[in-house]
């Protein structure tokens, strides 16, 4: 009897059987979910950061533009500027990095160009074009709303993909 027993334990394994088979697939499964996830989460934050870092640069390049040339963006015969222009104001000087800047002199972002233009204060101080105004357009709402987070805006009635950022000012609008 206790030889029958020991040959029916210690039978020869010819291969694995389908449920062992299942059982590895749903694992590999549930960890490339997971590995998705979190790659899709890392790089949507790794693009976030890259704006917003480079929304600090043009701010910075952009008072001192104005602190230089007055506080009028428009090109002005006053003080002879050309009035404020991405590529010879910020990316020849080292101010902002010349390879986030396209040749209509717009600002590369990891979903396309943002566009910059001189703008009135969204708050109505001043005269004149006295403020930049920056125009993001990004791949879809949620990537929208993360960035209006970053930048201190509400995201709660964010409805399109478009931000608007007034530099000087540092405020946001959807």
């Known amino acids: 009897m206790s030889q029958k027993i020991r040959t029916l334990f210690l039978k020869k394994q ?16 549930i960890l490339l979910v997971m590995a998705t996830r979190y790659y899709l989460s890392a790089s949507t934050s790794s693009d ?20 230089t040339n007055g ?6 015969t006053i003080t002879g500027s050309s009035g404020f222009e991405l ?7 080292g101010l902002f990095p010349t390879t986030r800047i396209d040749s209509n002199g717009d ?16 708050t109505g101080g001043g005269s004149g074009n006295t403020e930049l105004k920056v125009t993001i357009t990004t791949n879809n709402t ?4 993360a960035l209006l987070l970053r930048l201190g805006g509400d ?12 530099l000087l000012e540092q405020t946001v609008s959807s």
Do not use: H, R
Request: hydrophobic letters at 35%.
């Open 14 to 29: 010819q291969g694995i059987g389908l449920l062992e088979l299942m059982l590895s697939l749903a694992i590999i499964a």
């Open 48 to 67: 976030i950061n890259q704006v917003v870092s480079d929304l600090g640069a043009l701010t910075s390049c952009a008072a001192n533009w104005s602190n």
């Open 71 to 76: 506080p009028s963006f428009d090109k002005s």
């Open 87 to 93: 590529t010879t104001d910020c990316g020849d000087t």
């Open 107 to 122: 600002m590369i972002t990891p979903w396309g160009t943002a566009t910059i233009d001189p703008s009135a204060p969204p």
């Open 142 to 145: 949620s990537q929208a709303k």
């Open 155 to 166: 995201p709660k009635n964010q409805s399109s993909d478009t931000i608007t950022y007034y």
